[in-house]
Nanobody, 114 residues
Framework: QAPLVESGGGLVQAGGSLRLSCTAG???????MGWYRQASGKEREMVAV???????RYADSVKGRFAISRNRAMNTVHLQMNDLKPEDTAVYYC?????????WGQGTQVTVFS
């Protein structure tokens, strides 16, 4: 089983919504889980993370539009993305980490057209 399995990407018109999901395998350390993205020609950036204790952090560019949530019992993390913009187009990656160990998903493409 892959450490992290993502789903939910796709093609959506600007202003629309998508929901990304990520499920962690049983051997994945998940003290913190979150979503990152990498647009073509750009560096990977943090989108939203839930760290130990439940603290949530968002990139300024997605505040008020995206919402991250976590189900510890199911070992899943979700990213609800609303009011999507063309600049949100990127490959979105799920990340789980604990201390120095980190795991990445394979990525899921999100494309927003105007």
């Amino acid at each position: 089983q892959a450490p992290l399995v993502e789903s939910g990407g796709g093609l959506v018109q600007a202003g629309g919504s998508l929901r990304l999901s990520c499920t962690a395998g049983p051997r994945v350390h998940t003290a913190a889980m979150g979503w990152y993205r990498q647009a073509s020609g750009k560096e990977r950036e943090m989108v939203a993370v839930i760290i130990g204790g439940g603290e949530i952090r968002y990139a300024d560019s997605v505040k008020g539009r995206f919402a991250i949530s976590r189900n510890r019992a199911m070992n899943t993390v979700h990213l609800q993305m609303n009011d999507l913009k063309p600049e949100d187009t990127a490959v979105y990656y799920c990340k789980a980490s604990s201390g120095s160990r980190e795991f990445w998903g394979q990525g899921t493409q999100v494309t927003v057209f105007s």
